[in-house]
């Protein structure tokens, strides 16, 4: 394989496959509280994190780690102390992000918005090897969250009223979700860029889930198809010479459209057999007392 | 688990002048509420009479404006035991945004019995024990997404009963369940009030629990109007054409009676 002779390309499928694991593994508990979206969101909020570290001439990854962090925390007190219109309040966030983003990095004296276009869009092949430290040490972070309070964090994303009665600390759990995507984000940046980051959070959880009947499996399923994409789009993008991220995103959009032909006789196949389970005890189907006449005559 | 600091004397519940808002709407008016250990405590009232809330304060998911809510007699805000608590939230849904087994669900009911979230081989027995008794056993490997308004109840409920409490607040358990579903969870309650569970429940009508409730505590407008036996049925519910669905009795409809 020479695609594995150059370091820039070993670095970049390290990057690729840590972020096939761990943009899914956040994502489910985000499409499990149905705030599908706030990878977006925060990704917006991130921009302004890669210019300010533009400006003060200092890591972008890290310095989009800390404002995107920031960002997810705010989202998460606008979420409680909703008052005013939340969505009003996430909106301003978002575009305050990437105007933020846009404005920092042309007031940097090496910046322009060419550099930022490499961010917004992914650009694997000029990941650097602290790039690549950086993002290790973040993803450890997601996968330990991630897997390790699985059944805390699927407790408080499935039924959160709940949760709090169990005794589950929820607030500190959802702002540990809201950090651990954030992370995320900045782990995917450098693979997918921000404005498609979302994507690979939740598309393949979408695909899962249409196969899957249990949490487990849609997890296993999700983390599994956000690796081969990410692997596959890489390979791709360095053989055709295409953009990564696009070529990625792609590629688990594809793979909701399999997910989803498959589907459908997966599903006939299971009804099928539940049918056969009941069909010892009430019947499935509506039957008609024998004793009724069809032409019984019935008095009002 | 045994409380030895505690006597039995002391209410499992108790409001005092409990006062409550949403938005600037009061909703809770100063309620005075108690309930003793192994009572079965109805709280009726039409819509918008403050019963939901009156429950969510009790769990803290509504903030007092005023007055004192005690736990087992401990202040709420210190209360730490809620392994001792089963909650039914109002819901007409088990289902989250992603595909979830009828055991995965239950087993979140365990976590407030399970230390760092990890669930030993009883925790494990302890679920499929609750998914026994509300007869959803056979049902635990599949999808939530699967099953009927019922069986939705049933789970929930089964999650509130994973961590075997003392205590089990039910929010309106009987909405949108059919007849048979109804019958199993009348015969479920039936149960752990039989085995000295305490039980506050909101109902919108006594419905096929009536027999079970000791007493009933009615609302309106965030004010306590009736605390003692439980109200015989009045105005239309009396009407003779009303269909009181008692699954305990062969199903009669009133024009056949």
Redesign the interface.
Same mark, same amino acid.
Do not use: C, F, N
């Given at each position: 394989m020479e695609i594995l002779d150059y370091a820039f390309m070993q670095r970049a499928l390290l990057a690729a496959v840590l972020v096939g694991i761990t943009a899914p593994a956040v994502g489910i508990y985000l499409v499990q509280r149905r705030q599908a979206l706030m990878g977006d969101g925060i990704g917006h909020v991130a921009m302004t994190g890669v210019g300010l570290g533009f400006l003060l001439n200092t890591s972008p990854v890290w310095m989009a780690t800390l404002v995107s962090v920031l960002g997810a925390v705010l989202m998460e007190l606008i979420r409680w102390y909703g008052k005013t219109r939340g969505d009003i309040a996430l909106a301003m966030l978002f575009y305050g992000g990437m105007a933020g983003g846009v404005m920092f990095i042309n007031l940097a004296p090496t910046g322009s918005n060419a550099n930022l276009t490499s961010y917004l869009f992914g650009s694997l092949s000029t990941v650097s090897q602290s790039d690549v430290t950086a993002i290790c040490l973040l993803a450890a972070f997601v996968v330990l969250v991630t897997l390790g309070l699985r059944r805390q964090l699927f407790a408080v994303s499935q039924d959160e009223e709940f949760a709090r009665v169990t005794g589950l600390p929820v607030r500190a759990l959802n702002l540990l979700t809201a950090v651990t995507a954030a992370v995320t984000v900045t782990v995917a940046m450098r693979v997918v860029g921000l404005l498609l980051v979302s994507a690979l959070m939740v598309v393949p959880v979408a695909a899962a889930q249409q196969l899957s009947r249990s949490f487990a499996a849609t997890f296993a399923i999700a983390v599994a198809i956000g690796v081969t994409v990410t692997i596959s789009g890489t390979v791709t993008s360095y053989y055709q010479d295409v953009p990564p991220g696009a070529t990625i995103v792609l590629l688990t959009i594809a793979a909701f459209i399999l997910t989803t032909a498959l589907a459908t006789p997966l599903a006939r196949r299971r009804a099928r057999a539940a049918a056969a389970a009941r069909a010892a005890g009430d019947p499935a189907e509506c039957v008609i007392p024998a004793s009724r006449e069809p032409d019984e005559k019935v008095g009002v | 688990m045994t409380h030895p600091e505690e006597s039995v004397s002391e209410p499992v519940i108790s409001l005092r002048g409990v006062r409550a808002d949403l938005g600037s709407r009061p909703v809770l008016r100063g309620i005075d509420l108690t309930v003793n250990h192994g009572e079965v405590v109805a709280l009726l009232g039409a819509n918008g009479s403050g019963k939901s809330t009156a429950v969510?304060s009790i769990?803290?998911?509504v903030p007092l404006a005023e007055g004192e809510i005690r736990l087992f007699g401990t202040p709420r805000k210190a209360f730490?035991?809620? =392994?001792r608590?089963g909650?039914v939230?109002q819901?007409t849904t =088990?289902a989250?945004?992603?595909?979830?087994?009828v055991t995965?669900?239950v087993?979140?009911?365990r976590?407030?019995r399970?230390r760092f979230?990890v669930?030993r081989k009883s925790d494990r027995e302890a679920v499929r024990r609750a998914l026994e008794l509300v007869g959803m056993a056979d049902r635990a490997?599949?999808?939530v997404? =699967?099953l009927s308004g019922g069986q939705h109840q049933r789970v929930l409920i089964a999650?509130a009963l994973a961590?075997e409490p003392e205590l089990l607040?039910m929010d309106e358990p009987m909405a949108g369940v059919d007849l048979a579903s109804q019958e199993v969870l009348a015969h479920t309650l039936e149960e752990q009030v039989a085995a000295g569970t305490t039980v506050l429940l909101v109902l919108h009508e006594l419905g096929p629990l009536e027999p079970l409730i000791d007493r009933a505590v009615v609302l309106r407008d965030g004010c306590v109007l009736h605390d003692g036996p439980p109200p015989k049925a009045v105005g239309q519910h009396a009407l003779p054409g009303h269909d009181h669905v008692h699954p305990h009795e062969p199903i009669h409809t009133g024009l056949l009676s």
């Open positions: - | 969510r769990i803290g998911q730490k035991d809620w =392994a608590v909650y939230p819901r =088990a989250g945004g992603v595909p979830a087994t995965e669900v087993s979140s009911g976590l407030s399970a979230g669930l490997k599949d999808s997404d =699967a999650r961590a607040i």
